[in-house]
Nanobody, 120 residues
Framework: QVQLVESGGGLVQAGGSLRLSCAAS????????MAWYRQAPGKQRELVATIGSGGTTNYADSVKGRFTISRDNAKNTVFLQMNSLNPEDTAVYFC??????????????WGRGTQVTVSS
């Protein structure tokens, strides 16, 4: 059994910063890609940022220069540092990992999400 748990969300004023964390636990053998997605009310879930096993990162155009994704492989954790937040960043943020369990089976896993609200 594998679980992903996000933390770090909350309410912040425009221009402020938040740091999200997502820790994976359970029967994990290896983790490939890690990513953050977000879903605003009434909108589809969208990709925010990804980081590969080698550290290669990619970002949505809307967050480039403001958000930074990183990972701690020893702790099976992915982070999202969010700076210069604006109200359009308000959403539930989800982490996603593609990982290999101790049964050697590869699968994707999602966290339950953490709310980020940016006030103007």
């Amino acid at each position: 059994q594998v679980q992903l748990v996000e933390s770090g969300g909350g309410l912040v004023q425009a221009g402020g910063s938040l740091r999200l964390s997502c820790a994976a636990s359970g029967s994990i053998f290896a983790i490939n890609s890690m990513a953050w997605y977000r879903q605003a009310p009434g909108k589809q879930r969208e990709l925010v940022a990804t980081i590969g096993s080698g550290g290669t990162t990619n970002y949505a155009d809307s967050v480039k220069g403001r958000f930074t994704i990183s990972r701690d492989n020893a702790k099976n954790t992915v982070f999202l540092q969010m700076n210069s937040l604006n109200p359009e960043d308000t959403a539930v943020y989800f982490c996603r990992m593609v990982l290999q369990s101790t049964t050697r089976r590869w699968a994707e896993y999602w966290g339950r999400g953490t709310q980020v609200t940016v006030s103007s």
